[in-house]
Nanobody, 115 residues
Framework: QVQLVESGGGLVQPGGSLTLSCTATGSISSAYGMGWYRQAPLKQREMVAVMPSGGSTYYANSGKGRFTISRDNAKNTVYLQMNNLKPEDTAVYYC?????????WGQGTQVTVSS
């Protein structure tokens, strides 16, 4: 049983920054992958950034150079630092974890980029 809780979303102007946080609780293995996905209205959910347990990072082209994923294993927390936000970044952002061959999702946090 694993639960993910995101925080940090909100309204930001174009060019601004936000940092999202996601904390996992429950039956968590010592090695697991975490990542961030987003879903805009009328669009499919898409990967933003992932960080497998080995420490490597992968980014969608949309966020490369602007987004940074990191994690604090002691806190079971993953972060997404988003810089130079654009209106097209507006979406619900979901935390994801892959633990013991199962997918877990957070409830989502709204990010709105608008002037």
């Amino acid at each position: 049983q694993v639960q993910l809780v995101e925080s940090g979303g909100g309204l930001v102007q174009p060019g601004g920054s936000l940092t999202l946080s996601c904390t996992a609780t429950g039956s968590i293995s010592s090695a697991y992958g975490m990542g961030w996905y987003r879903q805009a209205p009328l669009k499919q959910r898409e990967m933003v950034a992932v960080m497998p347990s080995g420490g490597s990072t992968y980014y969608a082209n949309s966020g490369k150079g602007r987004f940074t994923i990191s994690r604090d294993n002691a806190k079971n927390t993953v972060y997404l630092q988003m810089n130079n936000l654009k209106p097209e970044d507006t979406a619900v952002y979901y935390c994801h974890a892959f633990i013991r061959a199962l997918n877990y999702w957070g409830q989502g946090t709204q990010v709105t980029v608008s002037s």
